[in-house]
């Protein structure tokens, strides 16, 4: 399955034949400016929760490329409203097997509002199993016990935020590392905004002292997984 990063917590996985982009925040983002938001044609979009850092390009993107966006239930009724013919709504708790594979939507402790200040639902993470792999992109979220649910999921990787502030940060993401007993973790969610700026060496200390693996790679770099 490969990866690549866009900055922020937006990322692109090839999986089961399909491109599933995450967490659309790319053209407002100084630190992404060589990357092409009109050359993105994903089959998927997943939609964390309604923040403008995970869905500024999304209406662009699913113009441009006929994507099905996956979002919490209210979301996707905003986005109905909002005229996007392809959307799957679902629900914290819930999988759907999809032609790329299975998508579980799990719980995320952080908030969630629209654009124009719309209710958006509880935030979310997803779960995905496509290609033998299994994957966790926990969303914007504090460390929370929920995570242990993902203990015997024997996950692959694990994509986790790490910039503090609005989310965990490197001490609470390594403890989250272990209440989901994955040792793979590409991080996100650091650098785009002064409150968010991290010490990226002491981060990859701090992650190789606790025995895990911590990749953080660059802007439009990707990772086979
Ligand atoms: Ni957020
Ligand atoms: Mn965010």
């Known amino acids: 399955m490969?990866?690549?990063?866009?900055?922020?917590?937006?990322?692109?996985?090839?999986?089961g034949g399909k491109t599933l982009l995450f967490d659309p925040f790319i053209s407002p983002n100084e630190m992404?400016?060589?990357?092409?938001?009109?050359?993105?044609?994903?089959?998927?979009?997943?939609?964390?929760?309604g923040h403008g850092d995970h869905m500024a390009d999304l209406f662009?993107?699913?113009?441009?490329?006929g994507a099905t966006v996956i979002c919490i239930a209210d979301i996707?009724?905003?986005l109905d409203n909002k005229g996007l013919k392809n959307v799957h709504?679902?629900?914290?708790?819930g999988g759907f097997n999809f032609d790329f594979g299975r998508v579980k939507m799990v719980n995320a402790?952080?908030?969630?509002?629209?654009?124009?200040?719309?209710?958006g639902g509880n935030p979310a993470g997803f779960v995905i199993y496509a290609d033998g792999k299994k994957i966790y992109f926990a969303g914007d979220t504090?460390?929370?016990?929920?995570?242990?649910?993902?203990?015997?999921e024997s996950l692959d990787w694990a994509i986790l935020p790490i910039g503090d502030n609005y989310t965990m940060g490197i001490d609470d993401a390594i403890k989250a590392s272990g209440f989901i007993n994955c040792k793979n973790v590409i991080g996100v969610h650091y650098d785009t905004f002064p409150a968010?700026?991290?010490?990226?060496?002491?981060?990859?200390?701090?992650?190789?002292?606790?025995?895990?693996?911590?990749?953080?790679?660059?802007?439009?770099?990707?990772?086979?997984?």
């Open 76 to 78: 996707a009724g905003w």
């Open 60 to 65: 662009t993107i699913e113009k441009n490329s």
């Open 32 to 49: 992404a400016k060589n990357i092409d938001v009109n050359g993105l044609k994903p089959d998927y979009i997943l939609l964390s929760h």
């Open 142 to 152: 504090a460390l929370t016990y929920d995570m242990k649910l993902l203990a015997d």
């Open 109 to 119: 402790v952080h908030s969630s509002s629209m654009p124009d200040g719309s209710y």
């Open 89 to 93: 709504g679902m629900n914290i708790g």
């Open 196 to 225: 968010i700026k991290i010490n990226k060496a002491e981060a990859a200390k701090k992650f190789a002292d606790a025995g895990i693996n911590l990749e953080l790679p660059g802007i439009g770099e990707s990772l086979d997984l």
């Open 2 to 15: 490969k990866f690549t990063y866009y900055g922020q917590s937006a990322f692109e996985l090839q999986a």
